[in-house]
């Protein structure tokens, strides 16, 4: 349990730098440079979700089980998660209209990903997976508001496109066995 809560804390402790300490975060970026503060960011990342990957099944094994949720709202993850990854994708790739509209679709997409797989899932260690990906993603978000908006920017539909391909396609491969090979577990109940 401790490595999968190092990994854990690492990770969003990590990706929660620039709204904790928007200064520090600014003067290491200028003091490395964009890029090698991009390097060392991305590899420290890196670093932390694996140790959480490495710990979640030493995790799972001693997590304690509330309940069985309802057969529902499992089903009802499988709603969110496929709208989720759009959005992540969206939040990724160059400015599209669902960038315009949400904002943050990526942060948007977290909240979908971590509310269904809470709602899918009743017991400890889920509850502080997911449940620390929802308060991370809602934490970033205030941050972000504070944040000055930046130039405007024309939106393309292409991006849009792009993200619901791209969101498309890995939900498909997740179905088809991507979830039950990374997490070992159906994303699908009766699957």
């Known amino acids: 349990m401790v490595l999968f809560l190092v990994g854990l ?23 490395l440079g964009k890029l090698p503060w991009m390097g060392v960011y991305a ?7 694996v140790v959480m990957c490495m710990g979640y099944d030493d995790a799972q094994m001693s997590t304690i089980i509330f309940a069985e949720p309802p057969t529902p709202l499992k089903h009802l993850n499988s709603l969110f998660s496929p709208v989720a990854l ?15 509209y949400l904002k943050h679709p990526q942060l948007v997409g977290v ?15 889920s509850f502080m997976l997911f449940g620390g990906f929802l ?20 939106p393309s ?3 849009d496109g792009i993200s619901i391909l791209l969101g498309v396609a890995v939900t498909g491969w997740l179905i088809m066995g991507g979830h039950l090979i990374l997490f070992n577990r159906a994303p699908i109940p009766g699957m």
């Open 9 to 31: 804390l690492g990770f969003l402790g990590i990706h929660s730098f620039r709204a904790i300490a928007p200064g520090a975060r600014d003067g290491l970026e200028a003091k």
């Open 43 to 49: 590899l420290v990342s890196l670093a932390f979700f």
């Open 86 to 100: 759009v959005l992540f994708f969206a939040g990724s790739l160059p400015h599209g209209y669902l960038q315009k």
């Open 111 to 125: 909240k979908l990903w971590a509310l269904g797989h809470l709602l899918a899932n009743w017991d400890l260690v």
């Open 135 to 154: 308060a991370w993603a809602v934490l970033v978000r205030i941050a972000a508001k504070k944040r000055p908006a930046g130039p405007p920017k024309t």
């Open 157 to 159: 539909l292409l991006w």
